[in-house]
């Protein structure tokens, strides 16, 4: 079993829709919560990231994680033809020895909103 | 600012050659990792520099792979004889390094290893 599981899709909604992104976790030790946007051939972009459990928000986007239910969630409101891209769940563990932090991805959800 | 740019963007390479792969970091960021992104695996982590060092080799496939930096700034990973499961997309991210910030990698464009 993954340490991070997220669900493929394709997810395919209307433009103005909500769209909800979710992935599960089982390692308790991860400790920021990320989420990355990616388009076709592009590196991946840091959209947001938490750190305790709740909610946060910027602009359309709002990231949401549950410590307790290991379970994290992107919600992305009045959604546009450019949010269409893959998305990406991304979990970071601290390296003990140098202070840097390994990320764990999920292996992204590609979305497509519709005119 | 500019970010993090990585060359070549694309590279195809016969089984058994060597390859070299460049990223150059965001101006002042300390850390740089190096991860692959390929069809069956996702993105996984491969290394992680802070400064000159590599606190964390843990994610490196074989001996085949090797990475290195220098003046804190410019790292080279190379992937000797190389394989045709080495065919990915070979992405390298920077951050700030331990403190405010360390949290935030941001990635570059990455380069698209193809193996014949």
């Known amino acids: 079993q993954k340490e991070v599981e997220q669900d493929p899709g394709p997810l395919s909604v209307p433009e103005g829709a909500i769209v909800s992104l979710n992935c599960t976790y089982s390692n308790s030790a991860f400790q920021y919560f990320m989420w990355y946007r990616q388009y076709s051939r592009k590196g991946p972009e840091l959209l947001m990231y938490t750190y305790s459990s709740g909610n946060k928000e910027d602009g359309r986007f709002t990231a949401q994680v549950d410590k307790s239910s290991k379970y994290i969630s992107l919600f992305i409101r009045d959604s546009q033809p450019s949010d269409s891209a893959t998305y990406l769940c991304?979990?970071?563990?601290?390296?003990?020895?140098?202070?840097?932090?390994?990320?764990?991805f999920g292996t992204g959800t590609q979305l497509k909103v519709e005119l | 600012g500019a970010g993090v740019s990585q060359s070549p963007s694309n590279k195809v390479t016969e089984k058994g050659k060597d390859v070299e792969l460049r990223c150059d970091p965001i101006?002042?960021?300390?850390?740089l990792y190096w991860y692959r992104q390929s069809l069956g695996q996702g993105l996984e982590f491969l290394i992680y520099f802070q400064g000159n060092s590599a606190p964390d080799k843990s994610g490196l496939p074989s001996d085949r792979f090797s990475a290195e930096r220098t003046g804190g700034s410019v790292s080279t990973l190379t992937i000797q004889r190389t394989q045709q499961e080495d065919s990915a997309v070979y992405l390298c991210a920077s951050s700030a390094g331990p403190g405010q910030g360390a949290y935030e990698q941001y990635f570059g464009p990455g380069t698209r290893l193809t193996v014949t």
């Open positions: 991304a979990m970071s563990s601290f390296i003990l020895t140098g202070g840097g932090n390994k990320l764990t």
């Open positions: 101006s002042g960021h300390t850390a």
